[in-house]
């Protein structure tokens, strides 16, 4: 019923920003939570960031004051603004949505970010 399509992602030097976009298409109304997760090879899958239909975010320690998460109703789109990027933000990202109208989370396809001088 939903269908979440992530990009943005690419090779940024350390100190960089980058900006990840989910567009989310489908039952867009039923979802109640959007989140980004990154995971690194060899590394556990870890939430980076979450917003909610009422708008409260929350971040993980290791990307505070440095990620934001926002989003844009009319373009069913969440973004992930990322700064002062590091070598260990390295990973792929992935867009995460929660529907009241499913069990299961919906995925996107992912987008691998690059931190690398």
Do not use: H
């Amino acid at each position: 019923q939903v269908r979440l399509v992530e990009s943005g992602g690419g090779l940024v030097q350390p100190g960089g920003s980058l900006r990840l976009s989910c567009a989310a298409f489908g039952n867009i109304a039923s979802l109640y939570a959007v989140g980004w997760f990154r995971q690194a090879p060899g590394k556990q899958r870890e939430l980076v960031a979450t917003i909610t239909s009422a708008g409260r975010t929350n971040y993980a320690d290791s990307v505070k004051g440095r990620f934001t998460i926002s989003r844009d109703n009319a373009k069913n789109t969440v973004y992930l603004q990322m700064n002062s990027l590091k070598p260990e933000d390295t990973a792929a990202y992935y867009c995460n949505a929660k529907s009241t109208l499913a069990t299961a989370d919906f995925w996107g396809q992912g987008t691998l970010v690059t931190i690398s001088s």
